[in-house]
């Protein structure tokens, strides 16, 4: 196993002799999406006329199918097939492993008579054409047999159970070093539920070759995705071969697959042709996962010269009652500030409510904006900076487990944010500045987001037309795989760009894990760098062993790379010409990255500072957002343009957090209130103003040999807390339950006397 | 019914089912995917084309009223290898990132610029009176009916922007 040490010595990225690294070209596959021809899941090619696939879903939060009468639908126009629990074909039961080493397990649908949350698949319809397939739907009749539902997250908190195999981190002791803190803040906060909301609900296309069924499903991860339907379907998973070429977002809510899949795979079995099978936008929000509402508590205890003595962040929140999944809240908080005593730790309501999961930063999005806003706080008690309070608590080693860090840059960021932004500009007395009706303020926080590093391999051949052709099992979510994959082996290969193709998101190909968890680029990236390695290795042992070859008895290591050709001094041989004397199929070769050794023993973050002013309208109570700013350090970037419009966009996310997302269960039916764009207020256009960030320079040497990062979620992670705390800049109103909605605006600043 | 219809300088004369959306029928008979649908209901813009040179979202149109109209989309606007400007633009400023809100993107941005030529206000407009003119403003708040949960709402509008200098 390798060491980070084996990662020092030079190599050609952090070289980056052609400059392709860092330099911010074009989307890959740019082309193809501003010209409406990249096709998704749904819009695939088929080998013949597709059919077209109906989910039907539950409408009771929890209890039983009591009676189902398809026969009505059965005899519908241009209907196919109908399938309830009581005749869909067999699969394999929830959860079942036929293969032990499968990422994932069966995931059946329509399986049983039981219905555990509303919006869960009850019947399928598969018909001729879309407007037949959902037209049967109404001809189908359900009699169900309800059960007690628990549904309020509310009024389960105060009994919030421990998380199984957890327990809560303690450092020092809390109580007493937070009782003996001169200056103290003791604030809850609460985070509500959120949706994904990709603007593509998942699909998937489906069709049988022989014992083999290909299919085209909107998923994030492909191994995870290929290994459940096999095991649905119990059968090996080389029977299954999926592909997810074009993904239209994810967020993490695309990181398992959905019944969409299950269901295309086995109707198009059933009726021997090519299925689709797409959920509708009032299905997305039930049956997939969501984000779970987080109630944090903060203490914070401090010195009069703003020293932390005593820290702590508990977190209660909520998953489907099957389920594992928690949304951890307080994590980030124990590698963020310097403080002796140390209380971290989450606490788990059980719901029979559609799934939580991972959504953009899991942890810390919730969670930052709690802590982040009660250092606000703090730094308001003590009439100190927020930055100065931050600056005092920056800890210089990982105050959770005291290892050292791999770089941290987080003061950096705040100092660089605060002088771009005009941070002197803000008068730190709150409600002292006037636009007219609006309020104005100023407010910051920082973020930070763990980095990772997972196995993965790729593949590349190199062939006689001079192309390198990279195939990875990965995907491009609209993180920009494709462009950064083509970067990188470009730079590797010493090739240019227009020489370089990226084929992704198929099962086929030497697997990668995928898209989440900010883990892509490193992942993705450096097994592509090492298979790039193994290619120069390959092409320079081919040229130096050919007496054919100019480079013939030379050293192999001695080799360069560069323009196309492999060079020694004044003697290079183009690589087409090295391609095609290996054959007619050119060189192929994979290569693999694994984590080193001793990666842990680093703290390795991504950070940043985020910093905002709004307008409170003081008749309204609507916040408007009038510019944001956030500078980030997240690695070496690979192409400037891609990693900006990551980190901005996950800026706005924070946006939408702060002031207008939010869903709410309703309690008679176990629904969600928004089941539409309509109801649930992602960001739109006319919400971003004035918004921009900065990637500082960095290298980190002991992430992975390319020393790059993710950002994908960084610039999410405190975003919303900066808007929160610029609120209370601009009015002197704290609120802490989020979304800042101007009913909610309008109630504190009335109960002010404002 | 029978239905006329000019799509992208194509005639077509069709039976289509009464209750088929402008949307399904572009993506499901005439095989144009590039009109996204992410909602089916009105309130994404990922389907937005241009029916007679004016923006609608096909998801709420019945492919039967269109009987005679001319539909533009995203498949239409590049001549050839040559790109519409707003998608050159939208490539350079990096306007996208998953891509699937694209498409209605760039043809909501044709149909703004269009508006923006016939003097036609909107809410951002300040002076009613005078001729309107292509600020910040006027397109964040005119390209509004197209989400983007990407949020490159920052590279949009420089897109827009770079574009309608490229036109003035
Ligand atoms: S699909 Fe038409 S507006 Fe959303
Ligand atoms: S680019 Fe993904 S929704 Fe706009």
Same mark, same amino acid.
């Given at each position: 196993m390798s060491t980070v040490r084996d990662w020092a010595a030079p190599n050609p990225i952090t070289e980056n002799r052609s400059g392709l690294i860092g330099k911010p070209v074009d989307r890959y596959e740019g082309r193809l999406k501003v010209t409406g021809t990249a096709p998704y899941a749904f819009e695939v090619e088929t080998p013949s006329a597709p059919l077209y696939g109906h989910i039907v879903s539950a409408t009771i939060a929890r209890g039983r199918i009591a009676g189902i009468d398809l026969s009505q639908a059965a005899s519908a126009p241009g209907v196919v097939l109908v399938w309830s629990h009581l005749n869909v074909p067999v699969q394999a039961q929830r959860g079942a492993k036929l293969n032990p080493r499968s990422q994932r397990g069966s995931n059946p649908a329509l399986g049983s008579d039981r219905v555990e949350h509303y919006g869960q698949s009850v019947a399928f319809i598969l018909a001729d054409t879309p407007e037949n397939a959902r037209a049967a739907e109404a001809r189908i009749r359900i009699t169900y047999e309800a059960s007690d539902a628990d549904l309020d997250f509310g009024s389960f908190i105060d009994s919030a159970g421990p998380v199984p195999g957890e327990e809560d981190a303690r450092i020092g002791d809390f109580e007493a070093g937070y009782s003996a803190s001169a200056v103290t803040v003791d604030a809850t906060w609460f985070s509500p539920l959120q949706n994904h909301a990709q603007m593509e609900p998942c699909a998937t296309t489906a069709w049988w070759e022989g014992d083999k069924v290909v299919v085209h499903t909107s998923i994030q991860m492909v191994k995870g995705g290929q290994h459940a339907l096999a095991e649905t379907l119990g059968i090996p998973s080389d029977r299954v071969r999926l592909l997810t070429r074009y993904i239209g977002g994810g967020f993490g809510g695309k990181g398992q697959s959905y019944d969409d899949l299950t269901l295309a795979a086995l109707a198009a079995r059933e009726s021997g042709r090519p299925v689709r099978v797409a959920y509708t936008r009032r299905q997305m929000f039930q049956a997939t996962v969501h984000r779970p509402a987080v109630q944090m508590r903060v203490r914070l205890g401090a010195d009069g010269t703003g020293r932390l003595n005593a820290m702590a962040l508990e977190a209660v929140t909520h998953c489907a009652r099957n389920s594992t999944f928690v949304e951890h809240a307080a994590e980030f908080a124990r590698n963020l500030y310097a403080a002796p005593h140390r209380l971290t730790g989450h606490r788990l309501v059980r719901l029979d409510i559609p799934h939580a999961g991972a959504m953009r930063a899991p942890g810390e999005a919730p969670g930052m904006l709690s802590l982040e806003c009660a250092m606000d706080e703090l730094a308001d008690r003590l009439g100190m900076d927020p930055i100065a309070l931050r600056i005092r608590n920056e800890p210089e080693v990982d105050p959770d487990n005291a290892k050292p860090f791999s770089i941290r840059q987080l003061v950096r960021c705040m100092q660089e944010g605060a002088q771009q932004f005009g941070w002197d500009r803000r008068n730190p007395t709150p409600g002292a500045v006037r636009d007219g009706r609006w309020y104005v303020g100023m407010g910051m926080a920082t973020a930070i987001r763990g980095n990772f590093l997972l196995p993965a391999k790729a593949g590349l051949r190199l062939t006689g037309d001079g192309l390198a052709t990279l195939t990875q099992g990965m995907t491009d979510i609209g993180t920009g795989t494709y462009t950064i994959l083509a970067q990188i082996t470009g730079e590797t290969l010493g090739l240019p760009l227009d020489q370089v193709r990226v084929e992704l998101g198929d099962s086929d190909m030497p697997p990668a894990p995928g898209s989440g968890g900010q883990f892509g680029a490193a992942t993705a990236g450096s097994a592509a760098f090492e298979t790039g390695m193994v290619m120069r290795r390959r092409l320079a042992e081919l040229a130096t062993s050919d007496p054919r070859s100019p480079l013939y008895g030379e050293d192999p290591l001695l080799m360069d790379f560069a323009n196309g050709n492999i060079v020694l001094g004044n003697r290079s041989e183009s690589l087409a010409t090295l391609a095609s004397r290996a054959g007619p199929e050119g060189v192929y070769v994979e290569g693999s990255i694994s984590p080193a050794a001793d990666a842990r023993d680093w703290s390795q973050h991504t950070y940043g500072a985020q910093f905002a002013e709004v307008g409170v309208d003081s008749v309204t109570g609507e916040v408007r957002l009038r510019r944001m700013f956030g500078v980030f350090a997240a690695g070496r970037i690979l192409n400037a343009k891609l990693a900006k419009s990551q980190i901005t966009g996950g800026m706005i996310w924070g946006v939408g957090a702060a002031l207008t997302e939010s869903n709410a269960v309703d309690p008679r039916y176990g629904s969600f209130l928004h089941q539409d764009l309509g109801g649930y207020l992602a960001p739109v256009h006319a919400d971003i103003v004035n918004l921009d960030a900065v990637l500082l320079d960095? #290298? +980190? +040497?002991? #992430?992975?040999p390319m020393g790059i990062k993710g950002v994908g979620e960084l610039g999410i992670c405190g975003s919303g807390a900066a808007i929160a705390n610029a609120v209370y800049n601009a009015c002197g109103v704290r609120l802490r339950d989020y979304p800042l909605t101007p009913d909610k605006v309008l109630a504190a600043l009335e109960a002010k006397g404002l | 019914m029978r239905t006329e219809i000019r799509v992208n300088g194509v005639d077509h004369a069709v039976d289509v089912d009464t209750r088929t959306s402008l949307l399904d029928f572009l993506r499901e008979q005439l095989d144009l995917k590039g009109s996204k649908k992410g909602c089916d209901h009105g309130q994404c813009g990922a389907c937005t084309v241009l029916v007679n040179g004016v923006r609608i979202n096909a998801c709420l149109s019945l492919a039967v009223m269109h009987d005679g109209d001319e539909v533009t989309t995203i498949e239409g606007l590049a001549s050839g290898e040559a790109l519409h400007p707003l998608q050159q633009a939208f490539l350079t400023e990096d306007a996208f990132q998953c891509g699937y809100c694209t498409p209605g993107q760039i043809c909501s941005a044709v149909g703004l610029m269009a508006e923006i030529a016939a003097g036609q206000p909107s809410e951002a407009t300040a002076d009613l009176n005078a001729k309107v003119v292509l600020t910040d403003a006027e397109i964040r708040e005119r390209m509004s009916g197209n989400l983007c949960r990407c949020s490159a709402y920052p590279q949009i509008l420089a897109a827009v922007r770079r574009a309608a200098g490229a036109a003035a």
């Open positions: 960095e #290298a +980190d +040497d002991k #992430a992975n | -």
